[in-house]
């Protein structure tokens, strides 16, 4: 760690059924469908978030099953089947998952992967023969934690290709450990899914789950295939459109030029905003980041490079833009849900022995600082598009003129850490999926930063305040 850092100071600078097409908007849990238009995920709030009021606001408002929301009394057992092994073990300590339901359970969160996204509720139970089935009353399952646990388990073991992005989480309902169990599962961009156990693949229909035939499996790939293809062109199109702008101006001989960006970009087409420009709620932000190291515990302020301004409209989004010397900062979210920060310096090379000249050297915080901004941009994004489940891919590049000097975290202009080759430094693709992730994402690419320039930092947790 000591190779990274210098001192401890900053850096140098509603529901809407089916059938009854009713929108249901109370409350704090949010929209499932509406007329007209792609189904987005069921419960808006962060999995994290949710607590018990929220799901007895599910039996106040009377939700029903559909395409993207299930309920199930208990673990699923056989018919004739006369002891819930789960409720009722023959034993205090023989609570067991069958296979014939933890199948039954994991078929749900396939089809949902497959088809929409969804959330699938463990607990609650529904008014008999009510088709589809209506939320009745919270039926809260014994040791709520251990079975939320064990389901995770399975799903890692059961599912293939592996749902990375599958949350799951119990919500205590008392203080003797029951409560509902909640798996979340966001559409998937690796999709078809199948049930390893039964070799089947599952979709939604309304509110069923249902297998799929092979002209279906077949349709899902060529889509799939189609929407990766998709998202690597707009990709590319954002990597081309700042090239051309890193490039603009004047390249003065004796300037060296050190350029960032960071592209953000929904894996699915659910993302779309009808207005960004002059909606301050979904502007890109650029606030200082206060950073803590563990396992040492040192802080660190990582201020934003430059304050983007002079806010104007292009063409289906809103972008700011900001000037200083021979910097530039340029930061933009889209309609389709793109976010995307671009920074430009150029260092006038110092004359032959000029020690007290301003090194030309890439400042880490500013790198840093951009990225955490980035990926609380599109939280807000999703947030106002009301799918909070989709997935984001995030492109990091650097690119420079000639090698250049990497600080170490603190900011000491002369004793650089390493350094960054010349040309475009491209990083690994991340998914950036909910607020409860980002802490590993932010230690995969802090990681990832430091290996760039030689530094071993496995040992390193950021923790982003």
Known sequence: MNRLIHGVGGDAAGLVHADQRVCRASGSLGLSRMEGTQAVPMIRKPLADIVQDDLEGLIRDGWFEDEQLDFKASIPHKDGENRDPWRNPPTPDGRRIKEYGRDQLLATVVAFANSYG??????????????????????????????ARRISQAANECIEPPLAALQVRAVATGADGAGVVILRTPHSRGAPHRLRTVKDCYHRVRHETLSMTMRQIQDLTLSVSRGLDLLEKRIAQSRDAFSRWAQTGVAYPDRSRLCFRVTAIPVTDDVYLEQVHNVPAIRPGYRAVQLQLSPDGRQFGLPFPLMPGQWR??????????????????????????????????????????????????????????????VETLERVRQAAAVPSVEYALEIELVMSRNVPVLRMGGDLFDPAGELPVGANLYPRYVVGSADTWRDTYRLMWRDFWNSIGIEAASDDPIVG
């Open 118 to 147: 969804g959330d699938l509720l463990i607990g609650v139970r529904e008014i008999a023969a009510s088709q589809p089935g209506r939320a009745e009353a919270l039926d809260p399952l014994p040791d709520c934690y251990d079975c």
């Open 313 to 374: 409209p292009v063409i289906r989004g809103t972008q700011g833009e900001a000037q200083a010397g021979t910097r530039r900062m340029r930061t933009a979210v889209y309609c389709d849900g793109a976010v995307s920060y671009e920074y430009v310096a150029e260092f006038v090379e110092p004359a032959q022995g000029d020690v007290a000249a301003r090194p030309f050297a890439l400042y880490p915080g500013w790198h840093f600082a951009t990225v955490v901004n980035a």
